[in-house]
């Protein structure tokens, strides 16, 4: 019979050996879990991205400017705009929706996010899930203008006037699929016009188009008509919102006008890659709120044509929820589709 040597380490442990492995093995985790946590609420320790989806210049891009340099102010980090424009914004979304979810890449998302599955299906190359809500930020209202040399001044004259042109109206937009389109097809259905939508790049070709009488209307943000509209060539049949806009406060809203249904604006917010730790979305979201009830940053804002709408990540994904069962509705309805 063959002699074995037993150690002490070879012996089984006893129970309170296992107790106090586990105990070390507890200690560990608690601490490594403690290490996480404090660095993710020492975030932002390094400058962050914010991607702006559309080119420099333009309401996205400065309001972006706007936020940024506040969050920096508050978070003690720099907030480096980048413009990533093309693809109806879908260059920029990709981009962040396959960043590192570390919270130093930040998407300053804009309504066409709601519509892009409709018009584009299979052609996205990311999934609404690859990106989560962190804050509402702003809305740009809709207002529709007409040449002030015409006879139209609401809503429902231009609704007579489209019934004495055969085939109705032209409706001018800045682009295929964009908020003002899908706004324009929206009002032709629930006024009962017959109409079309025509495409230009951007709303100064529209201006120019609406003034030299070869469109009959177009939906924009009113910032950049202003000139036009205080010099009398243009006039303002009412906007496409929900409540009067402090940003020209005697145009009626549309739905005051006989069109409840006909709601639209522009509308900007912030995300970041889904698995984003949910201490840096806290912070975050906590920085934008305070931001957009800041009196300075709201006026900056109002100058630009936008209105600060501050809302959590909740309120904020039931309304990207909101948007895309409805624009998802008038795009199919009006047979909508982008190459």
Not at 188 to 207: K, N, Q
Not at 264 to 284: C, E, I, N, Q, R
Not at 302 to 310: F, N, P, R, T
């Amino acid at each position: 019979m063959s002699l074995h040597h037993w150690s002490l380490n070879s012996l089984p442990p006893t129970r309170l050996q296992r107790r106090t492995v586990l105990a070390t093995l507890a200690a560990g985790l608690a601490s490594g879990t403690g290490l996480l946590a404090h660095a993710q609420g020492d975030w932002p320790t390094r400058p962050v991205k914010l991607i702006s989806p559309y080119a420099a210049g333009g309401a996205s891009d400065l309001s972006a400017r706007v936020l940024g340099e506040y969050l920096g102010k508050v978070l003690g980090q720099q907030f480096v705009v980048e413009n990533k424009p093309g693809a109806g914004t879908r260059v920029g979304t990709e981009f962040v929706a396959r960043a590192p979810a570390d919270g130093y890449t930040v998407l300053y998302v804009a309504a066409p996010y709601a519509t892009a599955e409709a018009l584009y299906g299979q052609g996205l190359s990311y999934q609404r899930d690859q990106l989560r809500p962190i804050a509402m930020a702003m809305h740009a209202p809709l207002f529709l203008i007409v040449n002030a040399q015409t006879p139209i001044k609401t809503v429902r004259d231009l609704v007579a006037f489209s019934k004495t042109r055969p085939g109705g109206i032209n409706i001018g937009t800045p682009g295929a699929g964009s908020q003002p389109h899908l706004a324009g097809e929206l009002l032709l259905r629930e006024a009962g016009m017959e109409g079309i939508s025509v495409h230009m790049r951007g709303d100064a070709i529209a201006y120019s188009e609406l003034l030299g009488g070869r469109v009959d209307a177009t939906l924009t943000a009113i910032s950049s008509a202003l000139p036009h509209i205080a010099a009398g060539k243009l006039r303002v049949l009412g906007v496409a919102s929900e409540k009067r806009s402090a940003l020209y406060p005697s145009a009626p809203t549309i739905r005051e006008q006989g069109f409840p249904s006909v709601v639209a604006s522009g509308w900007y917010g912030f995300m970041v890659p889904a698995s984003t730790p949910g201490a840096v979305v806290a912070k975050l979201q906590a920085a934008v709120l305070r931001a957009l009830d800041d009196a300075a940053v709201k006026q900056k804002l109002l100058d630009m044509g936008l209105e600060a709408s501050g809302a959590p990540a909740a309120e904020f994904a039931t309304y990207i929820d909101e948007q895309t069962g409805k624009w998802t509705g008038v795009i199919r309805n009006a047979n909508i589709k982008i190459e």
